[in-house]
């Protein structure tokens, strides 16, 4: 049993929703057995993880330090439940019309070095009711999501085939705006040709994915490509690693307004861990707002020719920084959770910590390993066993459900 960090009490507060109103109950001491024994039970899903970036360039999952952040032997120590793991594809294969091929390099690691070459703690899971059996057995769920809308070279056809690879959300773009979909990352280059969010290609894309059974995933999206993926969509849509665009003004960052839209639809927000997502003080502080680190960066990714291996190195390169970094917190994290419960209820937030693709994690949650933290932060903050459980897996379940059922009705 890993040694959990211990935390002072913090003050009760008034939980949104048809939920126990804390407010004034009598503070809980929680033992590490405790602690551990509703972690496990809550079975913690994390809607998004980059470490397929390493293990595609041959790092090995079964050891320690395979990613920055995660291994099968740190998510095993952190109680994980399970993971979606991103097939990530840089964007910088558009231009050569190979964004397809590294898909399926990517989809291929997971299968085949996470999940066969880790299968005594991993099974295979793409529905809900895998998932489920999963549990039961005491094994981790080894899931796919696709980062980047560009992956299916605006083919409907390879979007099919995706699906029936395993992947069951797709982000509709990443930071680069696509043919169809605009991006966060870049809606203020007027090089970039924009369309106004979804175009009619983008939306018949949704609509396939609903009709699939694909979960439609808004993180990098602009704001505008939200409100309408949100509008074209027949399922709930989710935001797999983004988190309060009120507490740390980062355009990756949801409004209010639109936390609001997603519930309405039923949806979920799964927070991310990055440090300038988590804490304006963090995003203010960044050495990646000095232009001489910037330039480093630059110089350090155009010395690989391999797209994949050059983010690889960007992200070693930001953890070298990581001194330097203002750090977010575990209760920062705790923030965003609440921010989220008190606007729409704790039937709308998830974990999405994006580790092994951010620079900078927040002390406390420093890995995989540190989840357990989480679960004790959340309890001393007055959430109850059956909060963490929605929080860490049965909000996702319920999406993902939803998403299934939508596609049996459109079949």
């Known amino acids: 049993m890993i040694k959990l960090t211990p935390l002072r009490s913090l003050p009760a507060i008034a939980l949104a929703g048809s939920f126990l109103l804390l407010t004034g109950q009598t503070k809980k001491s929680w033992t590490d057995a405790e602690v551990m024994q509703i972690h496990n039970e809550a079975y913690l899903i994390d809607m998004h993880n980059d470490s397929p970036m390493f293990t595609v360039t041959g790092k090995s999952f079964s050891e320690r330090g395979a990613g920055q952040h995660t291994d099968a032997v740190r ?3 952190g109680g994980m439940g399970g993971q979606f793991f991103a097939a990530y594809i840089p964007s910088a294969y558009v231009a050569t019309n190979s964004s397809a091929h590294q898909t ?4 291929d690691t997971i299968k085949e070095d996470i999940w066969k070459k880790n299968s005594a703690q991993f099974n295979w899971a793409d529905s809900t009711a895998a998932i489920l059996a999963n549990k039961k057995a005491s094994k981790m769920s080894a899931l796919i999501g696709i980062e980047g809308g560009h992956a299916i070279e605006d083919d409907l056809r390879l979007l099919r085939s995706f699906y029936e690879l395993g992947a069951r959300y797709m982000t509709l773009t990443w930071s680069n705006t696509n043919n169809w979909c605009d991006s966060s990352g870049d809606i203020n280059n007027p090089k ?3 369309w106004g969010g979804l175009n ?4 018949s894309i949704v609509l396939e994915m609903n009709r699939l059974g694909m979960m439609v995933d808004i993180s990098h999206v602009s704001d505008a490509a939200f409100w309408a993926a949100l509008e074209t969509s027949k399922a709930p849509i989710i935001a797999s690693h983004s988190s309060c665009r009120a507490l740390s003004n980062a355009p990756r960052n949801m409004t209010d307004d639109m936390i609001q839209g997603l519930a309405k639809k039923d949806g979920v927000i799964a927070i991310n861990f990055s440090c300038d997502f988590l804490s304006q003080k963090s995003r203010d502080a960044s050495p990646m707002n000095r232009p001489e680190v910037m330039a480093e960066r630059q110089q350090i990714m155009n010395g690989s020719s ?3 291996d050059a983010m690889r190195l960007d992200r070693e390169f930001m953890a070298k920084y990581r001194s330097q970094y203002k750090r977010a917190t575990l209760q920062d994290v705790v923030a965003h959770i609440d921010h989220v419960v008190q606007l729409v209820g704790v039937d709308h937030v998830a ?7 951010v620079g900078c994690t927040p002390e406390g949650l420093d890995d995989t390993s540190k989840f357990p933290n989480l679960t004790r932060a959340l309890l001393e903050k007055g959430y109850t066993p059956q909060m963490v459980n929605k929080i860490y897996s049965g909000n996702i379940l ?3 459900a939803q998403v299934e059922k939508t596609a049996a009705s459109m079949k």
Not at 200 to 203: F, Q, R, T, V, Y
């Open 75 to 77: 998510m095993k120590e």
């Open 351 to 357: 974990i999405g910590s994006d580790f092994d693709g």
């Open 104 to 107: 399926l390099r990517a989809i």
């Open 398 to 400: 319920r999406v993902f």
């Open 192 to 194: 970039v040709k924009h």
């Open 306 to 308: 391999d797209h994949l």
């Open 200 to 203: 009619e290609l983008g939306k």
